[in-house]
Protein backbone atom coordinates (compact mmCIF):
# COMPACT_ATOMS: atom_id res chain seq x y z
CA UNK A 1 0.00 0.00 0.00
CA UNK A 2 1.35 3.34 -1.10
CA UNK A 3 1.61 7.04 0.93
CA UNK A 4 1.07 9.77 -1.70
CA UNK A 5 1.03 13.39 -0.78
CA UNK A 6 -0.62 15.78 -3.57
CA UNK A 7 0.66 19.41 -3.10
CA UNK A 8 -1.56 21.86 -5.15
CA UNK A 9 -3.66 25.05 -4.39
CA UNK A 10 -6.55 23.94 -6.68
CA UNK A 11 -8.89 21.56 -5.01
CA UNK A 12 -10.33 20.28 -8.17
CA UNK A 13 -6.89 19.73 -9.16
CA UNK A 14 -6.07 17.59 -6.42
CA UNK A 15 -9.77 15.69 -6.34
CA UNK A 16 -8.71 14.83 -10.43
CA UNK A 17 -5.31 13.81 -9.45
CA UNK A 18 -6.60 11.54 -6.51
CA UNK A 19 -9.25 9.60 -9.03
CA UNK A 20 -6.97 9.11 -11.84
CA UNK A 21 -4.53 7.52 -9.13
CA UNK A 22 -7.02 5.72 -6.93
CA UNK A 23 -8.27 4.08 -10.19
CA UNK A 24 -4.86 2.82 -11.36
CA UNK A 25 -2.98 2.20 -7.79
CA UNK A 26 -5.50 -0.24 -6.22
CA UNK A 27 -5.11 0.29 -2.06
CA UNK A 28 -3.46 3.79 -2.47
CA UNK A 29 -3.85 6.55 0.83
CA UNK A 30 -3.63 9.88 -0.45
CA UNK A 31 -2.96 13.06 1.55
CA UNK A 32 -3.67 16.74 0.56
CA UNK A 33 -1.93 20.24 1.10
CA UNK A 34 -2.96 23.31 -0.58
CA UNK A 35 0.62 25.19 -0.32
CA UNK A 36 4.29 24.72 1.29
CA UNK A 37 4.02 25.07 4.81
CA UNK A 38 0.60 22.19 4.97
CA UNK A 39 3.00 20.05 2.64
CA UNK A 40 6.08 20.29 5.28
CA UNK A 41 3.62 19.72 8.33
CA UNK A 42 2.02 16.60 6.51
CA UNK A 43 5.29 15.56 5.63
CA UNK A 44 6.43 15.89 9.63
CA UNK A 45 3.37 14.44 10.89
CA UNK A 46 3.19 11.13 8.39
CA UNK A 47 5.42 8.89 6.33
CA UNK A 48 4.44 9.06 2.91
CA UNK A 49 6.25 7.13 -0.13
CA UNK A 50 5.76 10.29 -2.56
CA UNK A 51 4.92 13.85 -2.92
CA UNK A 52 3.24 15.00 -6.20
CA UNK A 53 3.94 18.91 -5.63
CA UNK A 54 2.82 21.61 -8.00
CA UNK A 55 5.15 24.63 -8.52
CA UNK A 56 2.88 27.29 -8.73
CA UNK A 57 2.18 27.46 -4.68
CA UNK A 58 1.22 30.27 -2.47
CA UNK A 59 4.26 31.73 -0.95
CA UNK A 60 7.34 29.68 -1.15
CA UNK A 61 6.71 28.07 -4.83
CA UNK A 62 7.67 24.45 -5.48
CA UNK A 63 10.77 24.71 -5.84
CA UNK A 64 11.86 26.31 -2.78
CA UNK A 65 9.44 23.46 -1.63
CA UNK A 66 11.06 20.80 -3.30
CA UNK A 67 14.54 22.05 -2.21
CA UNK A 68 13.10 21.89 1.62
CA UNK A 69 11.51 18.81 1.43
CA UNK A 70 15.09 17.60 -0.03
CA UNK A 71 17.11 18.80 2.31
CA UNK A 72 15.06 17.60 5.37
CA UNK A 73 13.68 14.47 3.83
CA UNK A 74 16.53 13.13 1.14
CA UNK A 75 15.04 9.82 0.75
CA UNK A 76 11.48 11.16 -0.06
CA UNK A 77 10.48 11.19 -3.90
CA UNK A 78 8.86 14.56 -5.23
CA UNK A 79 7.47 14.12 -8.44
CA UNK A 80 6.34 17.86 -9.98
CA UNK A 81 3.88 18.44 -11.70
CA UNK A 82 3.13 22.01 -13.69
CA UNK A 83 1.41 23.49 -16.47
CA UNK A 84 4.40 25.35 -17.35
CA UNK A 85 6.27 23.98 -19.97
CA UNK A 86 8.93 21.64 -19.74
CA UNK A 87 11.88 23.60 -21.76
CA UNK A 88 11.72 25.80 -19.19
CA UNK A 89 11.41 24.05 -16.12
CA UNK A 90 12.04 20.71 -15.82
CA UNK A 91 16.02 21.07 -16.24
CA UNK A 92 15.78 23.66 -12.93
CA UNK A 93 13.30 20.50 -10.65
CA UNK A 94 15.26 18.05 -11.86
CA UNK A 95 18.77 19.51 -10.26
CA UNK A 96 17.40 20.24 -7.34
CA UNK A 97 16.37 16.50 -6.88
CA UNK A 98 12.87 16.00 -7.92
CA UNK A 99 12.12 12.44 -9.24
CA UNK A 100 10.91 13.38 -12.30
CA UNK A 101 8.52 16.22 -13.97
CA UNK A 102 5.42 15.96 -15.88
CA UNK A 103 3.06 18.52 -17.07
CA UNK A 104 -0.53 18.79 -15.95
CA UNK A 105 -1.78 18.89 -19.73
CA UNK A 106 -0.26 15.24 -19.95
CA UNK A 107 -2.65 12.30 -20.51
CA UNK A 108 -3.41 10.07 -17.24
CA UNK A 109 -1.88 6.80 -18.14
CA UNK A 110 1.49 9.34 -18.20
CA UNK A 111 0.93 10.71 -15.28
CA UNK A 112 0.33 6.58 -13.94
CA UNK A 113 3.64 5.79 -15.76
CA UNK A 114 5.35 8.68 -13.61
CA UNK A 115 3.93 7.83 -10.47
CA UNK A 116 4.68 4.20 -10.55
CA UNK A 117 8.33 5.27 -11.83
CA UNK A 118 9.25 7.56 -8.89
CA UNK A 119 7.46 4.80 -6.08
CA UNK A 120 10.19 2.20 -7.36
CA UNK A 121 12.73 4.76 -7.12
CA UNK A 122 13.46 5.77 -10.86
CA UNK A 123 13.21 9.23 -12.31
CA UNK A 124 10.45 10.02 -14.73
CA UNK A 125 11.55 12.77 -17.43
CA UNK A 126 9.59 14.43 -19.82
CA UNK A 127 9.44 13.07 -23.54
CA UNK A 128 10.87 16.39 -24.87
CA UNK A 129 14.00 16.74 -21.85
CA UNK A 130 16.71 16.46 -24.93
CA UNK A 131 15.55 19.59 -25.50
CA UNK A 132 16.48 21.10 -22.45
CA UNK A 133 20.48 20.00 -23.40
CA UNK A 134 23.09 19.45 -20.70
CA UNK A 135 24.04 20.87 -17.41
CA UNK A 136 24.15 24.69 -16.81
CA UNK A 137 26.99 26.47 -17.82
CA UNK A 138 28.41 28.07 -21.33
CA UNK A 139 25.36 29.05 -23.20
CA UNK A 140 22.93 29.10 -20.33
CA UNK A 141 20.12 31.87 -19.97
CA UNK A 142 19.94 34.39 -17.72
CA UNK A 143 17.23 33.02 -15.73
CA UNK A 144 19.32 29.91 -15.13
CA UNK A 145 21.34 31.45 -12.99
CA UNK A 146 19.32 32.85 -10.55
CA UNK A 147 18.52 30.80 -7.37
CA UNK A 148 15.32 29.53 -6.27
CA UNK A 149 14.17 32.41 -4.50
CA UNK A 150 15.58 35.09 -7.43
CA UNK A 151 13.82 32.83 -9.85
CA UNK A 152 10.64 33.15 -8.23
CA UNK A 153 10.96 37.09 -7.91
CA UNK A 154 11.78 37.53 -11.37
CA UNK A 155 8.95 35.43 -12.36
CA UNK A 156 6.59 37.79 -10.04
CA UNK A 157 7.97 41.18 -11.29
CA UNK A 158 6.76 39.66 -14.67
CA UNK A 159 3.45 39.43 -13.55
CA UNK A 160 3.22 43.21 -12.81
CA UNK A 161 3.85 42.83 -8.98
CA UNK A 162 5.46 45.52 -7.48
CA UNK A 163 7.99 45.20 -4.47
CA UNK A 164 5.71 45.59 -1.93
CA UNK A 165 3.12 43.45 -3.42
CA UNK A 166 5.65 40.13 -3.29
CA UNK A 167 7.16 40.96 -0.31
CA UNK A 168 3.80 40.80 1.40
CA UNK A 169 2.42 37.61 -0.36
CA UNK A 170 6.38 35.99 0.76
CA UNK A 171 6.35 37.35 3.78
CA UNK A 172 9.55 39.04 3.26
CA UNK A 173 10.92 42.31 3.99
CA UNK A 174 10.37 45.18 1.31
CA UNK A 175 14.40 45.55 1.57
CA UNK A 176 14.48 42.04 1.17
CA UNK A 177 12.77 41.67 -2.42
CA UNK A 178 14.50 44.73 -3.25
CA UNK A 179 18.03 42.99 -2.64
CA UNK A 180 16.69 40.37 -5.02
CA UNK A 181 15.43 42.17 -7.47
CA UNK A 182 18.78 44.03 -7.90
CA UNK A 183 20.70 40.54 -8.12
CA UNK A 184 18.46 39.53 -10.68
CA UNK A 185 19.02 43.06 -12.61
CA UNK A 186 23.05 42.57 -12.26
CA UNK A 187 22.68 38.82 -12.91
CA UNK A 188 20.64 39.29 -16.06
CA UNK A 189 22.32 42.65 -17.18
CA UNK A 190 18.89 43.96 -17.08
CA UNK A 191 18.14 47.88 -15.96
CA UNK A 192 14.24 48.39 -15.14
CA UNK A 193 11.04 46.19 -14.59
CA UNK A 194 10.04 46.68 -17.65
CA UNK A 195 12.91 44.56 -19.41
CA UNK A 196 12.64 41.92 -16.71
CA UNK A 197 8.42 42.02 -18.05
CA UNK A 198 9.44 41.51 -21.49
CA UNK A 199 12.18 38.78 -20.75
CA UNK A 200 9.47 36.12 -18.70
CA UNK A 201 7.01 37.28 -21.48
CA UNK A 202 9.25 36.22 -24.32
CA UNK A 203 10.66 33.00 -22.34
CA UNK A 204 7.42 31.72 -21.22
CA UNK A 205 8.25 32.04 -17.46
CA UNK A 206 5.18 32.90 -15.96
CA UNK A 207 1.20 32.18 -16.70
CA UNK A 208 -0.36 34.34 -19.26
CA UNK A 209 -2.80 36.49 -18.16
CA UNK A 210 -6.22 35.77 -18.68
CA UNK A 211 -8.47 37.30 -21.98
Sequence with gaps: MSRILIVDDHP?????LGRVLTAALPGLVLGEAAD?????????????????????LPGDDGNVTLRRLRQQWPSLPVLIISMHPADQFARRSVQAGAAGYISKGSDPAELVRAVKTALAGGRY????????????????LPHETLSDREYQVLRMIGQGRT???????????????STYRARILEKTGMRTNAELMRYVITHRLAPEPPP
Design 12 to 16: IVREG
Design 36 to 56: AVQALQAVQQTTWDLVILDLA
Design 125 to 140: LPADMDALGGPPGRGE
Design 163 to 177: VSEIATELSLSVKTV
